[in-house]
């Protein structure tokens, strides 16, 4: 049993920056990817970005250049630094771990206003 805990979500004026956090209950051994989905108003829910236990990342073409995923020093954290926030990231964004299933955190919510 893995509970992701995240915190860092927020209200920002649009051009503002944000960072999200998110904790494992629990170190994760061997292979697995960390990341963020955000689900915006009417909207589905879609991938954010990723980074692999190897730290190979991946990013939304929607954010490339505007946010950034890492890793924390103690394995089970995961980061996201989201600069030059638009409108359209208006989310909750919810973070995940998936080794051999998936876990996910209760979501954040990220309002930014024009």
């Known amino acids: 049993q893995v509970q992701l805990v995240e915190s860092g979500g927020g209200l920002v004026q649009a051009g503002g920056s944000l960072r999200l956090s998110c904790a494992a209950s629990?170190?994760?051994?061997?292979?697995?990817?960390m990341g963020w989905y955000r689900q915006g108003p009417g909207k589905q829910r879609e991938l954010v970005a990723s980074?692999?236990?190897?730290?190979?990342?991946n990013y939304a073409d929607s954010v490339k250049g505007r946010f950034t995923i890492s890793r924390g020093n103690a394995k089970n954290t995961v980061s996201l630094q989201m600069n030059s926030l638009k409108p359209e990231d208006t989310a909750v964004y919810y973070c995940?771990?998936?080794?051999?299933?998936?876990?996910w955190g209760q979501g954040t919510q990220v309002t930014v206003s024009s």
């Open positions: 629990r170190v994760i051994l061997g292979f697995f990817t």
């Open positions: 995940y771990i998936s080794t051999s299933r998936d876990w």
């Open positions: 980074i692999t236990s190897g730290d190979i990342t």
